[in-house]
């Protein structure tokens, strides 16, 4: 059993481990790193990607890829931007909308939905009433555009007896019942896509591959690749089958690419179809290298 003090890496150069990012938005898609890799490949007007470079061009890695677009939002915090990721949606009847600065149905109440979304601490907990928070989600499906904007309610998780304290998950309402159902579809699709992809990670055993989607620079949303993480860092047992660690991966990011979320292929948490409470996002980059917050990974005692 690994001690705390462990830290594993996988005896690559972080040259070695260096991934490439493109930009997700219709049409072609093509980016390319110093060491000259090149992602490249296209979107259709549905949202479907054509041409991905292996090992990405797999149907699950594919769907996996595109449901996670649709549920990554850009954070808008005053002029600062981060990334987050709707991990959970969940409807609620309200007699004063719970969201700072909603301008729907914020005296009566009603209807509304809460979206739960992992981020970065750091950004959303700047939020005041004088600084709201919202996020923006974006995509295309079923040849047209989808668009929403939910309002910050509360901060409602962070990580606990922990000095470094950079995970969150917030909670966000919109009241856009007809966008919402297409993000719930995107959300057990995504699940399904996990499922499918742990499972077969478990039958035919590869590198553990990092895909990261975020909004760099406040801009496009981008996709970010590596085919295999630089290092992992086992901080301490959660319970009997979790342990609490991070990730250092050479997936290109930036300063608004933090709160994104960060997909390990093979890290068992991803492979149950359903949110266990704390996935690991990106929460900074030392040069080339990005680090992932503290997250929960599962113990698989097979
Ligand atoms: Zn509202």
């Known amino acids: 059993m690994a001690s705390a003090h462990d830290t594993p890496t996988l005896g690559e150069t972080e040259e070695e481990v260096l991934g490439v990012a493109a930009v997700l938005e219709d049409g072609r898609s093509r980016g390319s790193n110093q060491q000259n ?73 009603g209807r509304g939905y809460i979206l739960t979304v992992t981020t970065a601490l750091h950004v959303v907990e700047k939020a005041t009433d004088q600084c709201p928070a919202k996020v923006k989600l974006s995509w295309h499906q079923d040849g047209r555009p989808h668009q929403l904007t939910a309002h910050l309610c509360s901060v409602v998780d962070t990580d606990k007896d922990c000095s470094e304290k950079d995970w969150c998950a917030v909670e966000f309402i919109t009241h856009n019942t007809e966008t919402v159902a297409k993000l719930k579809e995107n959300l057990e699709e995504f699940q399904e896509s996990q499922g499918n992809l742990y499972r077969e990670y478990k039958r035919n055993k590869g590198d553990q591959l990092v895909i990261i989607v975020s909004y760099p620079n406040g801009g496009a949303k981008q996709l970010s690749y590596c085919p295999k993480f630089y290092k992992r860092e086992h901080v301490k047992y959660v319970r009997e089958d979790q342990e609490s660690c991070r990730y250092s991966y050479g997936a290109p990011t930036s300063e608004e690419s933090r709160g994104a979320p960060v997909f390990i292929l093979g890290q068992p948490l991803c492979g149950y179809g359903y949110w266990l409470g704390h996935p690991h996002i990106h929460s900074r980059s030392t040069g080339a290298i990005g680090h992932s917050s503290l997250g929960n990974d599962h113990v698989d005692r097979e």
């Open 37 to 109: 890799h090149v992602l490249s490949f296209k979107i259709t007007k549905n949202g479907e990607f054509e041409g991905l470079p292996d090992p990405l061009n797999t149907p699950d890695m594919s769907s996996l890829i595109r449901h996670m677009s649709r549920l990554t939002g850009k954070i808008k915090v005053g002029t600062v931007h981060c990334t987050g990721f709707v991990q959970a949606v969940r409807q609620g009847i309200f007699p004063k909308c719970p969201g700072r600065m909603c301008p729907e149905n914020h005296q009566n109440g």
